[in-house]
């Protein structure tokens, strides 16, 4: 029981502290364009690095055997 006098307290002021992070980040338009966001990850990726150059397009095949080795 005395455990729940000390969690309780922690626990809502955790709680708040979301809150009151969460209520901050809508103020400050972190939410405003998600859209926009996810296309400018993806363009700066591409625009600061040269394309790689095309992947083979032969499968890649197994070594044989050598039965020469038995």
Do not use: C, E
């Amino acid at each position: 029981m005395d455990a729940l006098v000390v969690l309780i307290p922690i626990s809502l002021a955790l709680g708040l502290l979301g809150l009151v992070g969460f209520v901050w980040t809508l103020r400050h338009s972190q939410y405003g364009d998600p859209k926009g966001d996810a296309a400018r990850i993806l363009s700066r990726n591409f625009d600061d690095h040269p394309m790689a150059p095309p992947l083979p397009t032969t499968p890649l095949q197994a070594p044989m055997p050598n039965d020469s080795a038995r």
